[in-house]
């Protein structure tokens, strides 16, 4: 029998066993789903990028370390209910390494330009000029503005709290034109979107 005619299960089986053949092939055969699932996960935070090839090596690599992460736990444990099992698993487990390295790329990007504001509450909102920047800053704004729903759900004005932040660090509104918009003093607004903002750097990125 060939390498290639063992089943996914039967090559696994010999990794597991610290078969070296085995593990060459087993990057063989996968490395290109592996590769698939990371290319697709990163053009959606990077469409444009020219450094996509290295991100998509990039998030393959962490993929294989962490399938290989506590002895191969995940694979140890893997339930194979049916023939697509272990793709299955690789494919999770390709595209969390993905989103995971976009989203830490998009908060370096963030961090890169750092720009302080509303009394310093430690939230770094750089000024976006290209389309492709533009487009970073959008995503992890969605991003923030999910953790937050999150961190602040069932507080009495979550809603509004989160479309102030949106609109004063996703559109530049000022907190006057703010103030005037929701009918609450410039404080406020200053206070609200400072809280806002230092949750989010402290929880979400």
């Known amino acids: 029998m060939t390498w290639q005619e063992l089943t996914d299960r039967e090559l696994v089986e010999l990794c597991l066993q610290s078969h070296e053949d085995a593990w060459r092939e087993f990057l063989r055969r996968y490395n290109r789903l592996l590769a698939g699932v990371a290319a697709r996960t990163l053009r959606r935070y990077f469409p444009n990028s020219s450094q996509i090839q290295e991100l998509i090596a990039e998030a393959v690599q962490d993929a294989i370390l962490r399938i290989c992460a506590n002895s191969f736990r995940a694979l140890r444990e893997l339930e194979w209910r049916h023939e697509g099992a272990l793709r299955g698993l690789l494919q999770i487990t390709a595209a969390t390494a993905a989103h995971d390295l976009a989203r830490k790329r998009l908060s370096e990007k963030w961090n890169v330009h750092r720009e302080e504001s509303l009394e310093e509450p430690g939230l770094v909102i750089p000024e976006k000029e290209s389309t492709e920047e533009r487009l970073y800053q959008k995503i992890l704004l969605d991003q923030l503005a999910r953790c937050l729903e999150k961190v602040i759900h069932g507080e009495p004005d979550t809603k509004r709290d989160i479309a102030m932040f949106l609109l004063y660090?996703?559109?530049?509104?000022?907190?006057?034109?703010?103030?005037?918009?929701?009918?609450?003093?410039?404080?406020?607004?200053?206070?609200?979107?400072?809280?806002?903002?230092?949750l989010a750097q402290g929880k979400c990125l």
């Not at 907190?175 to 230092?198: G, H, I």
């Open 169 to 198: 660090f996703g559109f530049r509104v000022t907190a006057p034109d703010l103030a005037r918009l929701y009918k609450l003093n410039v404080r406020k607004v200053e206070n609200t979107v400072a809280r806002l903002a230092r």
